[in-house]
């Protein structure tokens, strides 16, 4: 699934961008509804302090178990990510409150920063299950305040294809064997 996932995610992300053009969708409007309501907080989600300690504890465990590449992907991606949806905005020129909308960076921030915490967890159920609670909260909070719902959807679609893309640059790290560990279960 990895392999496929980067060029089919960034293309349903542009389709997506390009379905719902440059103003609110009903299903926008329907998430809107509750802008005032306790899911406003959710948004906190995407914090960037937050964000920063998951990286950090990213990258650290990472350079821990010696995954270098790993480390290397996880420490420039959160940045990157943010930086090439500035980038794209302008393509879809999608306005709400006066700035560009479509994808969502702080979305696609999150789920870039999530998905790479499932990568050196080494696809752990329990992180999985962390990252999608983390970010469908993250995504509820953002998409019925500051953004569309439709821009957080864009948001996850480049975000979980940019992490597959950074799980191809670190697969050596990421399925290389533990040779000391083998070596220690022998006996040796």
């Given at each position: 699934?990895?392999?496929?996932?980067?060029?089919?995610?960034?293309?349903?992300?542009?389709?997506?961008g390009w379905a719902?053009?440059?103003?609110?969708?009903?299903?926008?409007?329907?998430?809107h509804r509750y802008s005032h309501s306790p899911t406003r907080d959710l948004q906190g989600f995407t914090n960037p302090l937050a964000l920063i300690i998951v990286g950090a504890a990213v990258v650290g465990f990472a350079l821990y178990r010696r995954r270098w590449r790993l480390a290397a992907v996880a420490t420039v991606l959160p940045y990157g990510a943010y930086l090439l949806v500035q980038l794209i905005k302008p393509l879809f020129g999608r306005d709400k409150g006066g700035g560009l909308a479509y994808p969502s960076g702080h979305i696609t921030t999150t789920t870039v920063v999530l998905g790479l915490f499932v990568l050196v967890?080494?696809?752990?159920?329990?992180?999985?299950?962390f990252a999608a609670l983390y970010v469908g909260l993250?995504?509820?909070?953002?998409?019925?305040?500051?953004?569309?719902?439709?821009?957080?959807?864009?948001?996850?679609?480049?975000?979980?294809?940019?992490?597959?893309?950074?799980?191809?640059?670190?697969e050596r790290d990421l399925t290389r064997v533990n040779t000391r560990a083998i070596w220690i279960t022998r006996g040796g």
């Open positions: 699934m990895i392999r496929w996932w980067p060029p089919v995610g960034l293309l349903a992300m542009v389709l997506l719902v053009g440059k103003s609110s969708t009903g299903l926008d409007d329907w998430f967890t080494g696809y752990a159920l329990w992180a999985w299950v993250a995504v509820i909070g953002v998409g019925t305040t500051f953004h569309y719902f439709t821009d957080t959807i864009g948001g996850v679609l480049l975000g979980t294809s940019l992490v597959c893309l950074a799980a191809l640059l670190a």
